[in-house]
């Protein structure tokens, strides 16, 4: 288990666009969210990012044969190793709720939501 932090918890502050990619048999999946969506209802137990999904249909699907997820998050606004600009991949697997507690707590926040997209991150990898 990583715990989101420092970099990364910087990263996920400040960033405008999140994107998270699953894996189906025909190969990679991309969609994304707003970095701001992610603030709303924050960081769960140190290492779980809750995303109001509306969609994800096929992210969903691919979740079912595949749990795997990885989240790419950049931002001009963090400092990394060549200047400001870095970014990370959180890697971890992934579940669409739709019952409990954090399903409650993404409805209270976005009535819209069919659900709450999940994901538990297990490593952080920094670029740049
Ligand atoms: C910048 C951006 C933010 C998005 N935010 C969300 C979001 O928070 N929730 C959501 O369900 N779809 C969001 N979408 C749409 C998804 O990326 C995706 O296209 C849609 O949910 C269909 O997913 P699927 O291809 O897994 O069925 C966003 C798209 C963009 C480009």
Redesign the pocket.
């Known amino acids: 288990m990583a715990t989101i932090e420092g970099k990364a918890k910087e990263l996920l502050d400040k960033a405008e666009?999140v994107v998270i990619g699953t894996c189906s048999g025909d190969g990679i999946?991309l969609?994304?969210?707003?970095g701001d969506?992610v603030r709303t209802i924050g960081i769960q137990d140190g290492n779980k990012i809750v995303?109001?999904?509306?969609?994800?249909?096929?992210?969903?699907q691919?979740l079912k044969g595949n749990n795997k997820v990885e989240v790419l998050v950049g931002s001009k606004q963090v400092e990394g190793t060549q200047g400001m600009g870095t970014g990370c991949r959180l890697s971890g697997t992934g579940e669409v709720q739709t019952s409990g507690e954090l399903y409650d707590l993404t409805k209270s926040e976005f009535p819209w939501?069919r659900g709450a997209?999940v994901i538990h991150v297990d490593e952080i990898e920094y670029m740049l």
Do not use: K, L, S
């Open positions: 666009v999946h969609v994304a969210t707003w969506f995303i109001p999904a509306g969609g994800y249909r096929q992210t969903e691919n939501a997209f």
